[in-house]
């Protein structure tokens, strides 16, 4: 498998950290209580199909990345900089 | 039919012309006591206990494909019982008690070889650990024993003990572990599970879970609806999609786990042995085929195939410990599709869903477990109680902190 870094271009698996689920992204707020922080540390969609998650370019720029793939057929579908995204911090 | 060796003979001397089916197959009824979803080794061990511990037979067990035809025929066979925490430790003991008795519990030849399952270390410290976690599993009541590497070196001669980078200190050997036939655990479970009395029906794939003001009403299948008020899911790494369709979603990332097989050699490795160091294991089927693995492909995959990069990280700590291995040729790999939870232990429990029950996240080592998550979820599910020994496999121990992280690397879902 490899991905395609919007920096660096298209590099082996092997210069990623692999995070896990996008879901991670989106931080409740402190007092959310148990369930709203259950739900982004821990409980998983965990689809068989097309998926988003984290991937850091350790080996390389040290981006975090978006990365859209099918888990079932291992194809990469898109890739984006969580710097990128609407409303990242800059 | 009964079993046994005067069989074997008897039948040969008749052309085998009287062998019989070894278990029915059943159209499903309307209606069960208890619906078990997925017929692998926990599925049906799940089934055969409720029959037999808490006399339950009118009850099914829904399988998608066919009986046995997941991960508990494609894994690496390993029976062992060296766990240190309390949760996995008495679990896992009581699980190869089971093991011990298995074969004439079932009539059913499952190959349990207690060949003796070797942990290396390589250092002071790992000294240390490894002497720690046998007293543990000895205070459990199983045992363990520490070898130097004197006595290392007459079992496994074969190992490079001088390595520069991981040195050999020692091995932590529980000589009561080994191995085991998988196919036959999950046949001879299945096997007496119909005897008792249960359905074990193929081909019937669950599409929906029928749920009315919270309680579970049955089950929507490829062969149409089975109602009952009691349903267990018991589905390996499709864990998340079959809670799914209750609405639930679980503290689950399914993640890839390869493993590789020799061409058959002449018996060369008596013993299971650990390289903790490479995540890398070995052992040595009855056929002659080198059986070795190594860590997961660390990316959440359903593909059931592995990448590259895993299989060069597998051989290289292979090399490093065997360098004999060089000589070997690799005859087929797989990828198997694991369930893994945020800890690496297991989820044994209810559900806030009335007469939901789910049996699953059984990571790399769901195969060991078989009779005892067998045992204990038809404990829950007949009795709605945990059974004492699975008490701490909670649904929602991660929302509570009570994890059991058996690796002692951190309780997130990348890290096991």
Same mark, same amino acid.
Request: overall charge neutral; proline content about 4%.
């Given at each position: ?18 995070? $896990? /689920?996008?879901?991670?992204? !989106? *931080? ?7 369930? %709203? ?24 720029? $040290? /981006?975090?990345?978006?990365? !859209? *793939? ?7 579908? %898109? ?12 | ?416």
């Amino acid at each position: 498998m490899r991905l395609t870094c919007p920096l660096c271009g298209d590099r082996d698996r092997r210069e990623f950290y692999y995070s $896990g /689920s996008e879901d991670t992204l !989106t *931080r409740p707020a402190p007092d959310a209580g148990d369930a %709203a922080w259950d739900d982004m540390l821990y409980l998983r969609t965990n689809p068989a199909g097309v998926t988003k998650d984290l991937w850091y370019h350790e080996s390389g720029c $040290g /981006s975090w990345l978006v990365v !859209t *793939r099918n888990t079932v057929t291992h194809e990469i579908l %898109a890739t984006e900089r969580v710097a990128d995204r609407k409303g990242a911090p800059k | 039919m009964r079993y046994s060796g005067w069989k074997v003979i008897t039948e040969g001397l008749r052309g085998n012309l009287g062998w019989t089916r070894a278990w029915r197959d059943p159209a499903p009824k309307a209606e069960y006591d208890a619906i078990i979803i997925g017929g692998g080794g926990h599925g049906l061990a799940t089934a055969y206990y409720l029959a037999k511990n808490h006399g339950m037979t009118n009850i099914a067990v829904l399988e998608k494909g066919y009986l046995g035809g997941g991960n508990v025929g494609r894994n690496t066979t390993i029976v062992r019982a060296n766990y240190f925490l309390p949760g996995n430790s008495e679990f896992y003991s009581h699980s190869l008690k089971l093991w011990e008795g298995l074969e004439p519990e079932l009539n059913y030849n499952v190959m349990h070889s207690q060949r003796g399952h070797i942990i290396l270390f390589h250092s002071d410290g790992q000294r240390d650990a490894a002497a720690r976690r046998g007293n543990a599993i000895v205070n459990q009541g199983d045992d363990a024993e520490l070898l130097s590497v004197s006595q290392l070196k007459e079992m496994l001669p074969y190992l490079d003990y001088n390595q520069t980078r991981f040195p050999i200190y020692g091995g932590l050997i529980q000589r009561r572990a080994g191995t085991a036939r998988h196919d036959a655990v999950a046949w001879g479970f299945a096997r007496a599970a119909d005897q008792r009395g249960v359905d074990l029906i193929q081909n019937c794939e669950v599409t929906g879970i029928d749920i009315e003001n919270g309680r579970v009403t049955g089950v929507q299948t490829t062969r149409g609806p089975i109602r009952a008020k009691k349903v267990g899911m018991a589905v390996a790494g499709r864990s998340s999609q079959v809670a799914a369709k209750a609405g639930m979603r679980l503290p689950i990332e399914s993640h890839i786990l390869q493993a590789f097989v020799t061409e058959g050699l002449k018996p060369v490795i008596d013993h299971v042995v650990s390289y903790g160091m490479g995540h890398f294991y070995i052992s040595q089927s009855d056929k002659g085929g080198l059986v070795f693995g190594g860590d997961i492909d660390m990316y959440a995959s359903y593909a059931a195939r592995g990448n590259l990069p895993m299989v060069e990280h597998v051989m290289e700590a292979g090399m490093t410990l065997m360098p004999m291995l060089a000589r070997a040729k690799v005859l087929r790999s797989w990828g198997g599709i694991m369930d893994m939870t945020p800890d690496g232990s297991p989820i044994i429990d209810k559900t806030h869903i009335e007469g939901l029950f789910v049996d699953a996240g059984w990571n790399y080592g769901g195969f060991k477990a078989t009779p005892a998550s067998g045992w204990c979820f038809a404990h829950l599910m007949a009795t709605g109680q945990s059974h004492d020994v699975a008490r701490r496999f909670r649904l929602d121990r991660f929302r509570t902190g009570h994890v059991i992280d058996e690796e002692g690397t951190g309780s997130q879902h990348n890290l096991h």
